[in-house]
């Protein structure tokens, strides 16, 4: 998910550089939705991996 959202990045950066500033900001809100999914799974995950640990130990 965090290769999607640097992609849409990229592709914004490129759109912008060129003058397209409605694939811009279209790619960009898609780029910072993809990101935030990703660090909000990324924290679930890490928060069930340190629970997990703790019930083992």
Known sequence: MLKWA???FIIS?????F????IAG???GIAK????????IFLV?????????SIIL
Do not use: D, K, N, Q
């Open 6 to 8: 640097i992609i849409f």
């Open 13 to 17: 950066l490129i759109a912008g550089f």
């Open 19 to 22: 003058g397209f500033t409605g």
């Open 26 to 28: 279209a790619s960009r």
């Open 33 to 40: 939705v993809l990101f935030f999914i990703f660090v909000v």
């Open 45 to 53: 995950f890490l928060v069930m991996t340190l629970m997990a640990g």
